[in-house]
């Protein structure tokens, strides 16, 4: 499965079968764990076989069952680091759903208190993501209309429109999808492409512009345009 497979493959999963990662899966996941974190400052920590986090027991977490594995995504405060997490957890969901896993990005409906994470100094833990073998596979979301995330003047190329296609296949908080891509054409010829990634303020929004950066780039070809 390739990534671009894997976006069109996920769904948010929030109940699992109850059985433990393979040790093969642990391995490729905890190696893409340690690359991210070189690559972003963050602070990401695979955490298997742990109940706790999503109520063994009599507690439940709104739709969630069964969930004993997750990635619990702590870093720096600010902004910065809201974005830094959507785009580097997103990577590492869609790696899950070529590893034939299912996933389910967390902001509220889990025990902050039960669940297991360590801080350095200065860190704080952004978001969580649930991670196991779905009972189901999950559903397609609703989607607003491309032309309310996406603006561009002049010809709107393919690979454009592919990114924003990406884009509103992502995973946003309440499935919000309150981003917008806005293509800058140069203005002098041999220039690259630009494009610009904005969100409002807002609950999560930070944290799913990462997302949808990251699904657009595979969506539209990296070697397409650069970030304005
Ligand atoms: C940043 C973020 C936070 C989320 N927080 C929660 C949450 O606390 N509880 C929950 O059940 N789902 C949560 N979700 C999952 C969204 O509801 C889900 O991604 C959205 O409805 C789109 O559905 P899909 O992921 O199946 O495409 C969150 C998603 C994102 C991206």
């Known amino acids: 499965m390739t990534e ?7 769904h948010s999963v929030r109940q699992y079968e109850d059985r433990p990662l393979a040790d093969d899966v642990v391995a490729t996941l905890q190696a893409a764990v340690d690359e991210a974190n070189e690559a972003s400052g963050l602070h990401i ?27 619990a995504i702590c870093g720096p405060k600010g902004a910065e680091a809201e974005e830094l997490a959507g785009y580097y957890g997103e990577k590492l969901v869609l790696l899950a759903q070529t590893l034939g896993l299912n996933t389910c990005w967390v902001a509220l409906t889990f025990s902050k208190r039960a669940a297991h994470f360590e801080l350095a100094v200065g860190e704080r833990l952004i978001i969580m993501i649930a991670l ?3 009972a189901t596979q999950g559903a397609a979301h609703r989607s607003v209309d491309a032309s309310k995330v996406a603006r561009a003047d002049g ?14 296949l992502a995973p946003t908080a309440m499935n919000q999808q309150r981003f917008r891509f806005t293509l800058v054409h140069p203005g002098v010829e041999g220039e690259p492409m630009r494009v610009q990634a904005t969100a409002p303020r807002g609950i999560q929004t930070k944290v799913d512009l990462g997302i949808v950066r ?12 650069i970030w304005a």
Request: proline share 3%; aromatic share 18%; net charge negative.
């Open 4 to 10: 671009l497979e894997a976006i069109v493959a996920r």
């Open 214 to 225: 990251y699904h657009f780039e595979v969506g539209a070809g990296k070697e397409n345009f």
């Open 155 to 168: 010809e709107v190329p393919e690979w454009f429109a592919n990114g924003v296609a990406a884009a509103l």
């Open 132 to 134: 196991g073998y779905g």
């Open 45 to 71: 920590q695979l955490v298997t076989n742990e109940p706790g986090a999503f109520g063994k027991g009599l507690a439940h977490y709104g739709k969630f069952r069964g969930v004993s594995n997750y990635f």
